[in-house]
Nanobody
Framework: QVQLVESGGGLVQAGGSLKLSCAAS?????????????MGWWRQHPGKEREWVAG????????YYADSVKGRFTISRDNAKNTLSLQMNNLKSADTAIYYC??????????????????WGQGIQVTVSS
């Protein structure tokens, strides 16, 4: 069974930083090793739809960001350790949300379509106080 487990969330003051991590484990994704699939971070504000935050290609060579986090967040991955990370700097109160790690089946060319990510973590709370 596929598992994605997030860690690193918590409470931080506005302007501060947090780093989220996601550990991937379990069976391979449709006969593909975890290292060959696209992954991403999403978030959900209370009462709102889940929104895409950032995505990274399977080798980590290309990263993509939502406009709201561009220049402040950095997505990265370590395929040797099957981990995905999200470094969040200059946090704002608007970043307060539950953050989810997600994995696709193979490669992606469209990153912000939720249905393209069949695998999800349980989510982790990030709270930014103003």
């Amino acid at each position: 069974q596929v598992q994605l487990v997030e860690s690193g969330g918590g409470l931080v003051q506005a302007g501060g930083s947090l780093k989220l991590s996601c550990a991937a484990s379990g069976r391979t994704f449709s006969n593909s090793a975890i290292s060959t699939i696209a992954m991403g971070w999403w978030r959900q504000h209370p009462g709102k739809e889940r929104e895409w935050v950032a995505g990274i290609t399977w080798r980590g060579r290309n990263q993509y960001y939502a406009d709201s986090v561009k220049g402040r967040f950095t997505i990265s991955r370590d395929n040797a350790k099957n981990t995905l990370s999200l470094q969040m700097n200059n946090l704002k109160s608007a970043d307060t949300a539950i953050y989810y790690c997600a994995a696709a089946e193979g490669h992606l060319t469209v990153w912000n379509e939720r249905s393209y990510y069949p695998y999800w973590g349980q989510g982790i709370q990030v709270t930014v106080s103003s």
